[in-house]
């Protein structure tokens, strides 16, 4: 079992960064593959990034490549989000998820889902 808890989200102007945190408890936490997702206004939930339970690999969508980096600290069970250089369409509520495979969380299945965390861009 694997409780997700994400925080750092908030309102950000056009051009500004945050960086999203996603607290896990359950001694499994490296074992899993981690994911970010987020979810707009009327909009299907998206994925953003994911990382293999190693961190060697990353695979990012193509709308947040380059300016998004997700990373892991396997010590302290947590993963996290550096968003920069972020846009307006950024705004959603953003979820942390794990998952067994990185094709899992590539086709949008996780075994489990935190609670989600709000990011606003302002324009």
């Known amino acids: 079992q694997v409780q997700l808890v994400e925080s750092g989200g908030g309102l950000v102007q056009a051009g500004g960064s945050l960086r999203l945190s996603c607290a896990a408890s359950?001694?499994?936490?490296?074992?899993?593959?981690m994911g970010w997702f987020r979810q707009a206004p009327g909009k299907e939930r998206e994925f953003v990034a994911t990382?293999?339970?190693?961190?060697?690999?990353?695979v990012y969508a193509d709308s947040v490549k380059g300016r998004f980096t997700i990373s892991r600290d396997n010590a302290e069970n947590t993963v996290y989000l550096q968003m920069n250089s972020l846009k307006p369409e950024d705004t959603a509520v953003y979820y942390c998820?794990?998952?067994?495979?990185?094709?899992?969380?590539?086709?949008?299945?996780?075994?489990?889902w935190g609670q989600g965390t709000q990011v606003i861009v302002s324009s």
């Open positions: 998820a794990a998952g067994r495979m990185i094709g899992s969380l590539l086709r949008n299945n996780a075994d489990y």
């Open positions: 990382i293999t339970w190693s961190g060697g690999s990353t």
């Open positions: 359950g001694r499994t936490f490296s074992s899993y593959a």
